[in-house]
């Protein structure tokens, strides 16, 4: 069955570090994989989305990598701030967003 | 960016009552729209996915007959839990999509549902 894993312990840093977050999946060929930030208590947000045929995309503090041959993409928070602190969701797409159950982020000043 | 919201925000209410919960698109017009519902510390599962003026596709295991979806229009859908019961309590979470050539889908709030 198609299964997407994400880290399910909380990631701590410190302030200022990269952070890198993790998604594996199996046994699915996403169109797209796409990263969010969800906050205590409300929806997800968008972040970045990228597509089966590039490898690696940018936006400000923020970097995501697709493998498609490991079935892995990586999440990059480069000089990471308290504020970065939250919960990342990967979800892939084919027709519809099947999402990872999330890595808490946890950036200590 | 483009704007969803929802509402109530949040609900509570007596078990085998029907609670209706909206999904508005603010400032632009979504094609397709999707339910997902979040229990705690699990992932977002997507219950239906509805487009304008066409019937819900429900999700395997998404009972159609409870979970009553209606998109009259390309700013509006409701989710209606009937008949509810303490089971049902969760997050729900709607989220909406402009055509299919940009696939970035915004989400809502989210409507905290509890169930006495």
């Known amino acids: 069955s198609q299964k997407i894993e994400q880290n399910s312990e909380a990631l701590n840093i410190q302030e200022g570090k990269t952070a890198t977050l993790t998604c594996n999946y199996t046994n699915y060929s996403p169109a797209y994989l796409q990263w969010y930030r969800q906050d205590p208590g409300r929806g997800p947000v968008f972040l970045l989305l990228i597509r089966e045929n590039e490898k690696e995309k940018r936006k400000e503090r923020l970097k995501v990598t697709f493998d498609t041959t490991l079935k892995q993409s990586l999440f990059h928070i480069t000089a990471s701030q308290p504020a970065d602190s939250a919960t990342y969701l990967c979800?892939?797409?084919?027709?519809?967003?099947?999402f990872g159950q999330g890595t808490t982020l946890q950036v200590k000043p | 960016g483009a704007v969803v919201s929802q509402h109530p925000s949040w609900v509570i209410c007596k078990s085998g009552t029907s609670v209706k919960i909206e999904c508005r698109s603010l400032d632009f017009q979504a094609t397709t729209m999707f339910w997902y519902r979040q229990f705690p510390k699990q992932s977002l599962m997507l219950m239906a996915t509805s487009n304008e003026g066409s019937k819900a596709t429900y999700e395997q295991g998404v009972e159609k007959d409870k979970f009553l979806i209606n998109h009259a229009s390309l700013t509006l859908s409701t989710l209606t839990v009937t008949s509810a019961h303490p089971e049902d309590s969760s997050f729900y979470i709607c989220s909406a999509r402009v055509g299919t050539v940009n696939n970035e889908q915004f989400f809502g709030p989210g409507t905290r549902l509890t169930v006495l």
């Open positions: 979800a892939l797409e084919r027709g519809k967003l099947i």
